[in-house]
């Protein structure tokens, strides 16, 4: 869904990342033929983030599964784990971010040896025990999680922050900064009928 990942790009530019999405990564046909994808089109990441100041990489997939089960992650392990490629095969995550990186620096897009951290944006988790299993096991692997949870808070931040031409941060303003009356409104209040 373009709009999350779009929204995901906006909430890391206000922490000092430069942003990018849908990168395709080029993989070689020796690459695709070790992660078993020997046909298969380039790899795109949703989200890739670079700050100049910590020379880090961030590749973000994005699953915003608003109105659907949410992301589900159960005894260690994502549901369908081929949802998740990067985060439940190591030998592919290793390849294609290899590959990124190299893509990534041979057109100057980031300094030498960058710190490289991959992350999984959500707009929803399936229940209390996947979001505190997959917190643990992302802390352990080193992966960063934006969840429903962290969007939010970056949203509400925006909402008081300066005023930028961007669809999300508008919205934001509107809906926090009037407090809890104003998102309640009724149609019939706005003089819109149904």
């Known amino acids: 869904m373009n709009a999350f990942e779009d929204l995901i ?17 080029v993989l070689t046909k020796e690459e695709k033929r070790e992660i078993g994808t020997h046909s298969a089109p380039r790899w ?19 699953k915003s599964f ?4 949410g992301v589900v992650f159960r005894q260690g392990a ?3 784990p081929d949802t998740y490629k990067l985060f439940s095969r190591e030998k592919t ?22 710190v490289l951290r991959i992350a999984l944006a959500t707009g929803h988790i399936a229940r209390k025990t996947d979001r505190d299993q997959m917190k643990a096991h992302f802390d352990g ?5 934006f969840d429903d949870e962290w969007v939010r808070n970056q949203l509400s931040a925006t909402a ?23 998102t309640r409104a009724s149609s019939s209040d706005s003089g819109i009928s149904s």
């Open 78 to 80: 994502f549901e369908p």
């Open 9 to 25: 790009a906006l909430l890391l530019r206000r922490k000092g990342y430069w942003t990018s999405t849908a990168l395709k990564v």
């Open 160 to 182: 008081e922050a300066d005023y930028e031409n961007e669809a999300a941060i508008v919205v934001a303003k509107l809906l926090l900064r009037g407090g809890p009356s104003s």
């Open 44 to 62: 795109e990441i949703d989200v890739v983030a670079y700050k100049g100041a910590t020379n880090e990489v961030l590749a973000v997939e994005c």
């Open 93 to 114: 995550r290793t390849v294609v971010m290899n590959a990124m990186i190299r893509q990534l620096q041979s057109c100057g897009a980031c300094g030498p040896d960058p």
């Open 66 to 69: 608003l109105d659907s089960t």
């Open 141 to 145: 692997q080193g992966w960063l999680l």
